[in-house]
């Protein structure tokens, strides 16, 4: 199995930029996506391919990394961003990481 | 436009096998590259990637997961299936099923269908 280790919360202010961190426990070459899930609502693709942003996300939204480590960053974070954001892999299996659950200060 | 809903059972008991239905729209299981995948979260927790199904009937399971797993498709009925056998309180999460883009490499799930709750409890 690839485990993907994400930090389980982060709180930021409106405004701010924040980085939400991935990291494999192998390489997954470029295969990482990721996704944003609200309360009570299904998961929705914000970016695939490790920094491609899929459609009608806003572009405030960004991935980048490759190999074992990942970023996704919101920049500037709205008050709509409150959510929990899971990356997952496509290179060995498919695995997903715990989430990181953004709060707003 | 891609619309996916799943349907099952809502509760059943521990040992009994689970049938789940993916029923889709504005997309062909019979598309090169097309794909469906299902997905489990228990409440408050994680995903779990169970299984995908391919245009060309190949399949993959989740490998703690593979002795109780079935994925199955009806491309003429645009319909996927999921049958878990032998479930326990374990098994009781939300299921989801999610179109897989697979055209381009690498594959992941672009849409998803708004989830099934089930609930296994004796």
């Known amino acids: 199995d690839t485990v993907l280790t994400q930090s389980p919360a982060l709180a930021v202010s409106p405004g701010e930029r924040v980085s939400i961190s991935c990291r494999a426990s192998e390489g997954v070459n470029s295969y990482m996506h990721w996704y944003q899930q609200k309360p009570g609502q299904q998961p929705k693709l914000l970016i695939y391919?490790?920094?491609n942003l899929a459609s009608g996300v806003p572009a405030r939204f960004s991935g980048s990394g490759s190999g074992t480590d990942f970023t996704l960053t919101i920049d500037p974070v709205e008050a709509d961003d409150t959510a929990t954001y899971f990356c997952?892999?496509?290179?060995?299996?498919?695995?997903f990481g715990g989430g990181t659950k953004l709060e707003l200060k | 436009q891609v619309t996916l809903k799943e349907s099952g059972p809502g509760i059943l008991q521990p040992s009994q096998t689970l049938s789940l239905t993916c029923t889709f729209s504005?997309?062909?299981?019979?598309?090169?590259?097309?794909?469906v995948g299902w997905i489990r979260q228990p409440s408050g927790k994680g995903l779990e990637w169970l299984a995908n199904i391919w245009w060309d009937d190949d399949k993959y399971y989740n490998p703690s997961l593979k002795n109780r797993l079935t994925i199955s498709k009806d491309t003429s009925n645009n319909q996927a299936f999921l049958k878990i056998t032998n479930v326990d309180t374990a098994d009781t999460a939300t299921y989801y099923c999610?179109?897989?883009?697979?055209?381009?490499?690498?594959?992941?799930?672009?849409?998803w269908g708004q989830g099934v709750m089930v609930t296994v409890s004796s």
């Open positions: 391919k490790a920094s």
């Open positions: 504005g997309f062909s299981l019979s598309t090169y590259g097309m794909g």
């Open positions: 999610a179109r897989i883009e697979g055209e381009g490499i690498p594959p992941y799930f672009d849409y």
């Open positions: 997952q892999q496509s290179w060995n299996e498919w695995t």
